[in-house]
């Protein structure tokens, strides 16, 4: 069981480029052909937020019309960058909970693996949330399976990395409850996460914990108050996650050549 993971797409409208010049569709183009190249193919695709930059609906129909090539079954978590109902209106990929409503999330079953994907949205705010309808549906799906090796995905990491402008930005609420539900699930391989566009790895609640870069733009290692500009053209990368002999084993691969 394969699970590859790119985040923070940040695709804008067609034809537009994103913030000073950077162009988010040509390097997620890159990124679905890497995928799809790949031998063996993955199982599954995870996008861990920030699909698009605005959160309107005509980015989003360009989102789908650049996914679309991929040969592998998606699920897609919204970031902070995200709006809810548009990303809902899309259609894609792996369906959201209806019990979870309002909120995009989604918890399934790959293979070996469950995969249960949360929504850290808190709609005109940078930093995450995890309200306690999202952590009560978290739990409830914990509870039901105490086995199964699982992935968790969010958008905003649940610690500080240390990059203070980032960190402002982080899951500000519900992240101890969020913790201390992970700690009390042992079968808790991994949680994924995007938002900082950079790799990045730790320990919470007694799970490891991993970031992967942007498909577009990185933000520079800075560990100021300021978010560092400009932003740097640092190589975009992908994850894949590989089930193999009882562990979690990460790959990151580069979707350029070199
Ligand atoms: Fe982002």
Redesign the pocket.
Known sequence: MIVAQI??L?IVNEGDLLWDGWDSASALTKAVARLNGLKPRPDFLVVT??LIDTGEAEAYRHLKALLAPLTMPIGLIP???DGRDNLRGLGLGQAYDPSAAPFCQFATALGPLRLIGLDTLEEGAAHGTLCQQRLDWFEQRLAEDTATPTIVAL?HPPFDSGIASMDGLGLKEGRARFVELVERAPNVVRILC??Q?RPIVTMVGGAVVSLCS?TTVQIPFDLGPKLPTPLRPEPPTLQLHLWQSGHLVSHTLYIDEF
């Open positions: 985040t923070d940040h937020g920030d970031g902070n960058h958008h995007g938002h566009h942007s």
